[in-house]
């Protein structure tokens, strides 16, 4: 990178853009795979997709990546998790209108002629449209969580500050005095009261004349990740330790709601004592060192897919509804998990009777857990990052009277194959 009063090279710049850039692009792209796994292009997409992920999955050295830290499969069981996934919501859209507004202002100032935007947010801090995609990337984060997405989050924060302190050195080299006394009445990314604070903290922080310096990029990219990945496994731990679990029978048995989570106890006993469950379970219970987990959910639970493949109607890619489902998962974050597949429109009509109502149905999906040589002791082991899930069969039950409506055995994977999917 040139220094003050050096002619830039255009080779650096356009390549930190474009690194940048593909660091956005790559860090969305990956967020909004719960998009693209309800959308017609699912197949194009994980067949480039999925064997990077199953490769990752592979090692026990990066099978963490494709691990999500917070609930997706579950209502959040406790406010903190709520209002965090709430928040998600709020910090995509709002990034985003500030990343659009901003983007709208530099163009309009670069056709007029009018020199470096320095109004609206800009008379805040100086990098407003990095602010915005930042928050609209953290937002993707919370609502799509895998790791891979942090790591991606940090890499790209790496890059935009890189790129930000590029452009500065540009800007003061272009117009000296005048973007320098607006340096100083602005912060870089937050307020200036709040950049002051961050100064007197850490006095020895690099000047934009100066060039980071590839030793203080890799430290800071690292002080970035262990922030960022940290976050992400103390949030899974607290998930963990928060879910709806409850033994029952010898089965493990995780609910979509803490109400189901009560329910099961009394409707599990006599679905475990069907001859059809008997004969199912029987080779299961067998396996020493393994875990029963059994998910409780309405048999119109819209996610189920991911748990396993139960059917084709719950293959959302297939349904073609994208893009009201994306809008509301983003405006409405938990309808999909407490109103059912059929408020999406899906052909039917309403039940013969109160009998055949969703709303007194329950699927009780069950999974064989195992961690290779490694004994699972307790119900939270199901949910290790090293485990291995092996869908078996799916039993639906009337809720109130505990009659087996339906046994069925399931294939190997979930509704999209192999793709690992959240477990909570």
Not at 158 to 184: C, H, P, W
Not at 310 to 318: A, I, P, Q, V
């Amino acid at each position: 990178m040139a220094d003050l009063g050096q002619r830039p090279n255009p080779t650096d710049r356009s390549g930190g853009r474009l690194a940048a850039r593909s660091a956005i692009a790559l860090s969305f792209v990956v967020a909004f795979e719960i998009a693209i796994m309800i959308s017609p292009f699912a197949f194009f997409f994980y067949a480039v997709f999925n064997p990077v992920l199953l490769a990752l999955d592979r090692s026990p050295l990066t099978r963490w990546l494709t691990a999500f830290f917070l609930p997706h499969m579950v209502v959040p069981p406790d406010a903190a998790l709520m209002a965090l996934r709430v928040l998600g919501s709020v910090a995509f859209v709002a990034g985003a209108v500030v990343f659009v507004a901003c983007a709208a202002q530099v163009y309009a100032g670069k056709a007029l002629r009018r020199g470096p935007a320095t109004g609206g947010l800009y008379a805040v801090v100086r990098h407003p449209q990095y602010v915005g995609l930042a928050a609209a990337a953290w937002g993707l984060a919370i609502m799509w969580p895998r790791f891979l997405t942090l790591v991606l989050f940090a890499i790209m924060l790496l890059l935009y500050y890189v790129l930000a302190r590029d452009e500065e050195r540009r800007m003061l080299a272009r117009f000296g005095d005048g973007y320098r006394a607006y340096m100083d009445r602005t912060g870089m990314f937050l307020p200036r009261g709040i950049e002051c604070l961050w100064e007197h903290l850490w006095p020895g922080r690099a000047k934009p004349e100066a060039p980071l310096g590839l030793g203080k990029a890799a430290a800071l990219f690292i002080v970035l990740l262990v922030m960022s990945v940290g976050s992400g496994f103390a949030l899974r731990a607290y998930t963990i330790r928060q879910l709806p679990l409850e033994q029952v029978g010898g089965v493990d048995v995780i609910a979509i709601t803490r109400e189901d989570a009560l329910a099961a106890r009394a409707l599990l006993p006599p679905v475990l004592e069907n001859p059809a469950v008997v004969s199912r379970l029987g080779t299961a219970r067998a396996n020493i060192g393994h875990r029963l987990l059994a998910y409780v959910i309405p048999v119109d639970y819209t996610m189920q897919g991911m748990i396993a493949d139960t059917g084709e109607e719950w293959k959302l890619f297939e349904q073609h509804k994208t893009l009201g489902m994306i809008t509301e998962y983003v405006l409405h974050p938990f309808a999909h998990l407490t109103e059912g597949h059929g408020r999406h429109g899906e052909p039917g009509g309403h039940p013969a009777s109160m009998h055949d109502s969703p709303a007194l149905r329950r699927r009780i999906i069950f999974i064989d857990v195992s961690a290779g040589a490694r004994a699972l002791s307790a119900p939270a082991d199901d949910f290790g990052i090293d485990v291995r899930r092996r869908p078996l069969f799916f039993a639906d039950a009337h809720l109130h009277t505990g009659e087996i409506l339906q046994v069925r055995d399931m294939p190997p994977g979930s509704g999209w194959g192999t793709v690992p999917t959240p477990m909570f």
